[in-house]
C-alpha cells in the first residue's frame, strides 16, 4: 500500500511540475532563431527558394532523443509543431505528447486508487490524455480570433504608410512596432524574413501558413497579384479592411439573433450531467444501479453517445459561418 501510494504521489508532483515547466519554460532568443529557420524551410518545401537560401535546418521535435527520433518517424509531430506555432506557445510536440501521456497515467491510477471503478479511471486517463492539446486548440483559437479582429487596423495601418510615400516591407516595420500582439509578432516575422534576404512572395506565403485565416489569405493573394500586374495598393488595403469589418459586423448580427438558441443547446447539453451529479449526491442507492447492474455501462455508454451526436446537431444548427 505505502509502495502504491508513493508511486501515485511521484505521478502527480511530477506531472504537475512538468506541466508548469512546459508552458512557462522556453528561451525567446532561441525561439526566435527556430521561427526564423522554420521559415525558409517552408519556402524551402515549396521548392521557391533560391539556393543560397537552401539552409540545412535540424529541428528538434523533443529534448528528448529517443521522443525526437520517435516523432521524426509520423508527418503529424510536424502539424502539431505548426499547431502550438499558431498558439503562440513555446512549447516542443514531444513536451505535449509527454504531459498528455503523465496527466493520462496519472488520473487513471489516481481515480482506480480512491474509487475502485475501471470506467471512471478510463474516463478520466482519457481527460488527462486530451487536456493538453484542448488546452493547446483553446489558446490558437483565441489566438487566431485576437488576430483576425484586429486585422483591420493593420491594412489601414500599411494602406497610410504607402500613401505616405513609404515601401511596402517599411509598413510591415510599422506594423510591428504599433500594432499590439499578435499582430506585432507576426508582422515581424514576416519583416525579418525579407530583411534576412527570404523574397517578399515567400514571406508573405509563411505568414499565410503560420495564420491559416481566410482574411490573411486574401491579403497575401491581393498583394502578390498587385505585385505582378500593378494597381492602387492603398485602395486595395482600404478595400479589404472594409470586406473584414463588415464581415465581423454581420458575424455579431447572427450572434445577438442565435443567442436564445445557443443558451437553450447549453442547458439541454448540461442538463443530463448536472441531473446525474446531484442524484449521486442526493440519492447514491439510485444511481448505483448504473454501475452495479452489469447493463449499465453499455446504457451510460449509449446514453453518452447519444448526447454527443445530439450535441452535435445542435451546434451545427446554432453555428453559423460568416
Known amino acids: 500500500m505505502a509502495t502504491v501510494i508513493f508511486l501515485v504521489t511521484f505521478l502527480v508532483v511530477g506531472g504537475l511540475v512538468f506541466g508548469f515547466w512546459v508552458f512557462t519554460g522556453g528561451d525567446a532568443t532561441q525561439e526566435q532563431i527556430r521561427k526564423r529557420m522554420n521559415a525558409v524551410h517552408k519556402a524551402e518545401r515549396r521548392g521557391e527558394v533560391s539556393q543560397s537560401l537552401m539552409l540545412v535546418r535540424d529541428e528538434m521535435l523533443s529534448s528528448v532523443p529517443i521522443v525526437h527520433r520517435f516523432l521524426l518517424q509520423w508527418s503529424w509531430a510536424t502539424r502539431l509543431q505548426d499547431f502550438l506555432m499558431q498558439a503562440g506557445m513555446r512549447t516542443k510536440p514531444g513536451k505535449i505528447i509527454l504531459l498528455s501521456g503523465v496527466l493520462g497515467f496519472g488520473g487513471y491510477l489516481l481515480t482506480g486508487f480512491f474509487f475502485h471503478n475501471t470506467y471512471a479511471a478510463l474516463f478520466i486517463g482519457s481527460v488527462g490524455v486530451a487536456l493538453p492539446t484542448l488546452v493547446v486548440a483553446w489558446k490558437r483559437r483565441r489566438r487566431l480570433r485576437q488576430f483576425e479582429e484586429r486585422f483591420p487596423e493593420a491594412l489601414d495601418l500599411l494602406g497610410r504608410a504607402v500613401r505616405a510615400g513609404h515601401a511596402f516591407t517599411t509598413g510591415l516595420e510599422m506594423i510591428a512596432k504599433e500594432c499590439a500582439e499578435p499582430l506585432a509578432g507576426e508582422f515581424r516575422t514576416t519583416f525579418e524574413e525579407q530583411n534576412f534576404g527570404l523574397p517578399l512572395r515567400d514571406a508573405l506565403l509563411n505568414l499565410s501558413e503560420r495564420v491559416p485565416l481566410l482574411d490573411v ?102 453555428h453559423f459561418e460568416v
Not at 440519492?283 to 455501462?297: A, E, F, W
Request: net charge positive; no cysteine.
Open 217 to 318: 489569405r486574401f491579403f497575401v493573394t491581393s498583394l502578390l497579384i498587385q505585385k505582378e500586374t500593378g494597381g492602387n495598393l492603398a485602395e486595395i488595403l482600404d478595400g479589404l479592411a472594409r470586406v473584414i469589418r463588415d464581415r465581423f459586423r454581420i458575424y455579431r448580427e447572427v450572434q445577438v439573433r442565435t443567442a436564445q438558441g445557443r443558451l437553450t443547446a447549453a442547458i439541454l447539453i448540461a442538463l443530463p450531467i448536472f441531473m446525474g451529479i446531484m442524484l449521486s449526491i442526493i440519492n447514491p442507492s439510485y444511481m448505483n444501479v448504473l454501475l452495479d447492474d452489469p447493463k449499465g455501462p453499455y446504457i451510460l455508454a449509449f446514453a453518452a453517445g447519444m448526447q454527443l451526436v445530439g450535441s452535435m446537431i445542435l451546434w451545427k444548427i446554432i
